[in-house]
């Protein structure tokens, strides 16, 4: 396999698994996602079936959702003053103590809601400090060419899973119950921390090592605060997160149960669709290389994905639910693929780690605003509430995308960014005395 520095970006595809210790985080990512869908359906099925209430399955939201708020930003800044390396040791260890407690305890029959809610909440902690540790790795195992590749990648493996995973969950759900579902989970922890022993890669001392991590979060909210592309890309994303993806969390269940009279197995099939949509988007920017308008797809794929959670709400015919979720999934994957390859080559390395945990922050705020949802259906009606919600976010993308310029042309500002910021560098390292253009060619 010849080296995508010799070959040129643009005559190979997928350049960034060219990079051995990508390849390998990225094979980790892999069982990571596998991991996550089987937990994330094995939790909604278990307190459903223990409560039947959908208010009770928000509460699960708002756990999972809390837990990322409380300790996201703190990642975020370990990440920024530690090995990066150790801390997913750390946090794997964690996740997988986690899930393979959680599992034997329901398997033995022990079903206590504060026992399984604070051992969600401790697994969610763990992953909330573990998803931004390894999306600033990508900038430090690939050259700058190569992030949006690496990004695009990086999304398939998270979210790609969700195109076979609802399946087999939904299947091992209906056979072993979601305490089996939930031992079996920890197979996908054991294949990431398999990765991180193979991983060469070994973190640089951080010049912020010593500052508090509390002046090192504001540090990375107030760099957010001066730079407005980042900024209303992260704005987008909590409205897309809190009034779209938010009815996935928790309530979709009482939807496919009530609404669409669909078991565990079957909306595991119906909800393989949604994965199918993200791995097109994922695998088709990732094989088309140097994608120059992220920005673009970033805007469409935002109103997209608002637009087919509406229309999600409104249809009723299994495979027309099918073929909205598909559109879902493509227009989300597309979206988080472009907003997070901007930010990433926008950021630079010492404030990276805050900065990605507050774009993910939005899907803190979908899950805590499930149990928001989760108290409306049981007051609204879950019909009404579904309708209201999606309605909501689109109407919100729209307004933004209308009344806020520096949306509508993202992929200029951020050309503009990395322009000025290899000006300056060019700057800094040019030799003393040197001519510079202006004065070689007045």
């Not at 197995?265 to 290389?289: F, K, P």
């Not at 608002?306 to 598909?326: D, G, H, K, Q, T």
């Not at 992929?411 to 700057?427: H, L, N, P, V, Y």
Request: glycine share 12%.
């Amino acid at each position: 396999m010849s080296s995508p520095e010799l070959a040129g970006p643009e005559r190979v595809r997928f350049p960034a698994l060219y990079h051995r210790d990508f390849r390998v985080l990225w094979i980790g990512m892999v069982f990571a996602s596998g991991t996550l869908a089987f937990q994330y359906y094995a939790q909604m099925w278990l307190i459903y079936s223990i409560t039947g209430s959908a208010w009770i399955l928000g509460g699960l939201g708002a756990a999972r959702g809390l837990a990322t708020l409380i300790f996201g930003l703190y990642g975020g800044a370990l990440a920024d003053r530690m090995d990066r390396r150790r801390l997913l040791f750390v946090t794997e260890t964690v996740a997988l103590v986690v899930a393979a407690t959680l599992g034997v305890l329901v398997l033995a029959g022990i079903t206590s809601l504060p026992l399984i809610f604070a051992l969600i909440f401790i697994g969610s902690a763990a992953g909330s400090i573990d998803a931004p540790i390894r999306q600033v790795l990508i900038p430090e195992l690939v050259p700058a060419r190569h992030i949006p590749n690496a990004v695009a990648l990086t999304t398939a493996a998270m979210m790609g899973s969700f195109a076979l995973t609802p399946i087999l969950a939904g299947l091992v759900i209906d056979g072993i119950g979601p305490g089996g579902a939930y031992l079996v989970s920890t197979l996908g922890n054991v294949g990431i921390l398999v990765a991180l022993v193979l991983l060469r890669y070994r973190g640089a001392p951080r010049t912020s090592r010593h500052e508090p991590v509390i002046r090192m979060i504001g540090t990375g909210i107030t760099w957010v605060r001066g730079q407005s592309i980042v900024l209303w890309i992260i704005l987008v994303g909590f409205i897309t997160g809190a009034f779209g993806f938010a009815i996935y969390h928790g309530p979709v269940v009482m939807w496919a149960a009530d609404i669409l009279g669909l078991t565990p197995g079957q909306y595991g099939l119906l909800d393989a669709t949604w994965g199918v949509g993200t791995l097109a988007a994922a695998y088709t920017m990732s094989w088309a290389g140097n994608i120059r308008r992220h920005g673009r797809i970033f805007l469409v794929g935002s109103l997209a994905f608002a637009l087919s959670c509406l229309a999600f709400a409104l249809v009723r015919s299994i495979p027309l639910v099918a073929l909205v979720f598909v559109i879902n999934g493509a227009a989300f994957t597309a979206a988080s693929i472009s907003g997070t390859a901007l930010v990433q080559k926008i950021v630079p390395n010492e404030v990276r780690g805050r900065v990605m945990s507050l774009l993910m922050m939005s899907g803190a705020l979908a899950q805590v605003n499930a149990m928001m949802l989760g108290f409306g259906v049981d007051v609204l009606g879950i019909k009404m509430l579904f309708v209201g919600t999606t309605l909501l976010c689109t109407v919100l993308v729209c307004i933004l995308v209308i009344a806020v310029p520096t949306l509508r042309h993202l992929d200029r500002f951020a050309a503009t960014i990395m322009a000025d910021r290899k000006q300056g560098e060019a700057s800094e390292t040019a030799p003393a005395g040197a001519a510079t253009l202006e004065e070689v060619n007045p």
